[in-house]
């Protein structure tokens, strides 16, 4: 037992407390020399030398607290410092009281904390550094009275340092205040954490202030206190109330201007919008109002605009640019946005965002700007197209006038006929263009295998058309659309699968493919001819762009299938690889529920 009592970290005691007051150490473990600096023998010849050694400022603590426990038979517990060989050691003991022949025996233990109460010391410094420098008052009361109040809290009040230590903490609070801090003070002492509340305050120099408040328990050297923490929220409130103030006087003009404008905060968030911007995007207040407006109205490809304008709005820029902006059924709304700074005080509180609608100005403006570039195109294509073949022809009329000629002439007269040809069918192609344009849908029942069966028929003349296997099928349920149109689109697609066909590898091929799909048809066209470089895919709908040399048609054939396509309200797609052919994929809605069938229809 002696070897066990040894090794533990602490020193094992019995201590007896004897009637007559006389008191003695019953034993005392032999690790008291390592731990207390004193022999065993010591300890049960003098049961004073323990007193001895505590230091002066924690021996009153160590009689009150031990006399406490015996007056109460309780247990009793210490913590306090020693001097052994010169330093300084925290020594922890516990002892419990048990019934003695002619007293009371103690059995405990001592225990040497000194370790811990260095870390603890440790961290109460950067404790205590922390509460110095927070930008916010904190303060300690026991029984009302302020007994510890950091730094900020002495600026918070105007006060000096340390003029709050010592005085009552209701001083400081405005007598509208008075009941809830009263209230809330009697709930702390009963153990409960209090949530952040606002409360008047009177500073040092008589000012009122207002502050926001949470209070907590908090032991303070032994002692019930309540700890409080200190918000002034003055200039918030008056920032407030100005925010207030000018909302009053811009409320009549932000509701009824004849435009979109939306008040948004600093950070981009919804607050107020008007009506013309639920006319103009769609939206009411409750499905925008505290969100990012970025995240409703701009679209994905201009977000990065979106955050760059709300930072320079921020930043106190006034800008204007012409952009474009969503609504929310996510139809493109062409803006011109007016953005700028709420301030109050040099100091931007939010942002004003004007958008005025100029879409119909746009779609006219783009309208004429496409119309003039394709009329310089076809003026100039034209005109290139029509005097190439007529050059040729003049050209050979003028060999077969030299004297001296011996040329054949039917060879002349030949080529005379393919120029004319050509010419034939680039006016046709032009023809077709305008007629496109011009024509309204006119809309029938769809015979695709009649369609398909005559185009192929009719363009058999062309180079090269004997050679080419056609595999057709349809399988769709009746279908209504223009039949001129969808002509047209065949057309131009079995041309060029016949012009562009590999001559050097296998049999031609075009395989058709016409399915019903989503309340209209998929159209699939797949030809395995000389197919279309990647650089040259996103071009080939352009008018008068030939992706390859070997081109000898006008350029203008997929233009039109993808202009009839769009008339159609149709999508189409391509994809192609040199070598291996080329598919066209179109999507193109039934028209039966257009109002010109309905009117057919009842005729």
Same mark, same amino acid.
């Given at each position: 037992?002696?070897?066990?009592? =040894?090794?533990?970290?602490?020193?094992?005691?019995?201590?007896?407390?004897?009637?007559?007051?006389?008191?003695?150490?019953?034993?005392?473990?032999?690790?008291?020399? +390592?731990?207390?600096?004193?022999?065993?023998?010591?300890?049960?010849?003098?049961?004073?030398?323990?007193?001895?050694?505590?230091?002066?400022?924690?021996? /009153?603590?160590?009689?009150?607290?031990?006399?406490?426990?015996?007056?109460?038979?309780?247990?009793?517990?210490?913590?306090?410092?020693?001097? @052994?060989?010169?330093?300084?050691?925290?020594?922890?003991?516990?002892?419990?009281?048990?019934?003695?022949?002619?007293?009371?025996?103690?059995?405990?233990? #001592?225990?040497?904390?000194?370790?811990?109460?260095?870390?603890?010391?440790?961290?109460?410094?950067?404790?205590?550094?922390?509460?110095?420098?927070?930008?916010?008052?904190?303060?300690?009361?026991?029984?009302?009275?302020?007994?510890?109040?950091?730094?900020?809290?002495?600026?918070? #009040?105007?006060?000096?340092?340390?003029?709050?230590?010592?005085?009552?903490?209701?001083?400081?609070?405005?007598?509208?205040?008075?009941?809830?801090?009263?209230?809330?003070?009697?709930?702390?002492?009963?153990?409960?954490?209090?949530?952040?509340?606002?409360? =008047?305050?009177?500073?040092?120099?008589?000012?009122?202030?207002?502050?926001?408040?949470?209070?907590?328990?908090?032991?303070?050297?032994?002692?019930?206190?309540?700890?409080?923490?200190?918000?002034?929220?003055?200039?918030?409130?008056?920032?407030?109330?100005?925010?207030?103030?000018?909302?009053?006087?811009?409320?009549?003009?932000?509701?009824?201007?004849?435009?979109?404008? @939306?008040?948004?905060?600093?950070?981009?968030?919804?607050? #107020?919008?008007?009506?013309?911007?639920?006319?103009?995007?769609?939206?009411?207040?409750?499905?925008?109002?505290?969100?990012?407006?970025?995240?409703?109205? @701009?679209?994905?490809?201009?977000?990065?605009?979106?955050?760059?304008?709300?930072?320079?709005?921020?930043?106190?820029?006034?800008?204007?640019?012409?952009?474009?902006? =969503?609504?929310?059924?996510?139809?493109?709304?062409?803006?011109?946005?007016?953005? #700028?700074?709420?301030?109050?005080?040099?100091?931007?509180?939010?942002?004003?965002? @004007?958008?005025?609608?100029?879409?119909?100005?746009?779609?006219?403006?783009?309208?004429?700007?496409?119309?003039?570039?394709?009329?310089?195109?076809?003026?100039?294509?034209?005109?290139?197209?029509?005097?190439?073949?007529?050059?040729?022809?003049?050209?050979?009329?003028?060999?077969?006038?030299?004297?001296?000629?011996?040329?054949?002439?039917?060879?002349?007269?030949?080529?005379?006929?393919?120029?004319?040809?050509?010419?034939?069918?680039?006016?046709?192609?032009?023809?077709?263009?305008?007629?496109?344009?011009?024509?309204?849908?006119?809309?029938?029942?769809?015979?695709? =295998?009649? /369609?398909?069966?005559?185009?192929?028929?009719?363009?058999?003349?062309?180079?090269?058309?004997?050679?080419?296997?056609?595999?057709? %099928?349809?399988?769709?349920?009746?279908?209504?659309? !223009?039949?001129?149109?969808?002509?047209?689109?065949?057309?131009?697609?079995?041309?060029?699968?016949?012009?562009?066909?590999?001559? +050097?590898?296998?049999?031609?091929?075009?395989?058709?493919?016409?399915?019903?799909?989503?309340?209209?048809?998929? /159209?699939?066209?797949?030809?395995?001819?000389?197919?279309?470089?990647?650089?040259?895919?996103?071009?080939?709908?352009?008018?008068?762009?030939?992706?390859?040399?070997?081109? +000898?048609? %006008?350029? /203008?054939?997929?233009?039109?299938?993808?202009?009839?396509?769009?008339?159609?309200?149709?999508?189409?797609?391509?994809?192609?690889?040199?070598?291996?052919?080329?598919?066209?994929?179109?999507?193109?809605? !039934?028209?039966?529920?257009?109002?010109?069938?309905?009117?057919?229809?009842?005729?």
């Amino acid at each position: 037992m002696q070897q066990l009592f =040894k090794d533990l970290p602490g020193v094992v005691y019995e201590y007896i407390i004897r009637k007559d007051g006389s008191r003695s150490f019953r034993y005392i473990s032999e690790n008291c020399k +390592d731990i207390l600096g004193i022999c065993a023998d010591a300890f049960l010849q003098d049961s004073t030398v323990f007193r001895k050694i505590i230091l002066p400022d924690d021996s /009153i603590g160590f009689e009150e607290t031990l006399q406490q426990s015996h007056d109460t038979h309780s247990a009793w517990n210490w913590e306090g410092r020693i001097s @052994v060989n010169g330093k300084i050691r925290w020594i922890e003991t516990r002892s419990n009281p048990a019934p003695y022949a002619d007293g009371i025996m103690r059995k405990g233990i #001592m225990i040497d904390i000194t370790e811990r109460k260095i870390q603890e010391q440790q961290q109460e410094v950067r404790f205590q550094s922390l509460v110095e420098h927070l930008p916010l008052g904190i303060g300690i009361h026991v029984n009302g009275k302020l007994v510890m109040a950091n730094e900020y809290a002495h600026k918070i #009040m105007h006060a000096k340092q340390g003029d709050l230590i010592g005085r009552n903490v209701m001083e400081f609070v405005h007598p509208d205040s008075k009941p809830l801090v009263l209230e809330r003070m009697k709930r702390v002492m009963a153990g409960e954490t209090l949530a952040v509340a606002e409360e =008047k305050f009177i500073r040092s120099d008589g000012a009122i202030i207002f502050v926001e408040t949470s209070a907590m328990p908090f032991n303070y050297k032994g002692q019930q206190g309540v700890q409080i923490i200190v918000r002034d929220i003055t200039e918030q409130k008056r920032v407030a109330e100005e925010i207030r103030k000018n909302e009053t006087l811009f409320t009549q003009l932000f509701n009824n201007v004849p435009i979109a404008v @939306v008040m948004l905060d600093v950070n981009g968030r919804v607050e #107020m919008i008007n009506p013309g911007f639920s006319s103009i995007f769609g939206y009411n207040l409750p499905e925008v109002k505290g969100k990012n407006l970025n995240d409703f109205i @701009v679209p994905s490809e201009l977000q990065i605009e979106g955050i760059d304008l709300n930072n320079l709005i921020a930043a106190k820029r006034v800008i204007q640019v012409e952009t474009f902006r =969503k609504r929310k059924d996510g139809h493109r709304v062409d803006v011109i946005l007016y953005g #700028m700074p709420i301030m109050i005080d040099d100091h931007a509180i939010g942002i004003y965002g @004007v958008y005025v609608d100029i879409t119909s100005h746009k779609q006219m403006e783009e309208e004429l700007k496409t119309r003039n570039t394709e009329l310089d195109n076809f003026v100039y294509k034209v005109s290139h197209d029509l005097r190439a073949p007529l050059s040729s022809i003049l050209g050979l009329v003028n060999l077969s006038k030299l004297p001296g000629n011996t040329d054949d002439l039917h060879e002349y007269i030949r080529i005379i006929g393919e120029k004319v040809a050509d010419l034939d069918h680039f006016i046709s192609d032009v023809l077709s263009h305008s007629k496109n344009l011009k024509l309204d849908v006119k809309i029938d029942k769809i015979d695709f =295998k009649n /369609i398909l069966s005559r185009t192929i028929t009719d363009l058999n003349y062309l180079d090269g058309a004997a050679d080419v296997q056609f595999a057709i %099928s349809v399988e769709q349920d009746e279908f209504y659309s !223009d039949p001129w149109r969808i002509g047209e689109i065949f057309r131009n697609l079995v041309s060029n699968a016949i012009k562009y066909r590999q001559t +050097d590898a296998g049999h031609p091929r075009v395989q058709v493919q016409i399915s019903s799909a989503d309340g209209g048809v998929r /159209i699939v066209f797949a030809d395995n001819g000389i197919g279309i470089n990647e650089e040259n895919l996103n071009r080939i709908f352009e008018m008068f762009y030939r992706a390859t040399e070997q081109s +000898d048609g %006008s350029g /203008i054939g997929l233009y039109i299938v993808k202009n009839a396509v769009e008339k159609l309200n149709g999508l189409i797609e391509v994809q192609s690889k040199p070598g291996a052919g080329t598919t066209f994929t179109i999507l193109l809605p !039934d028209q039966r529920a257009s109002v010109g069938l309905v009117e057919d229809q009842k005729a």
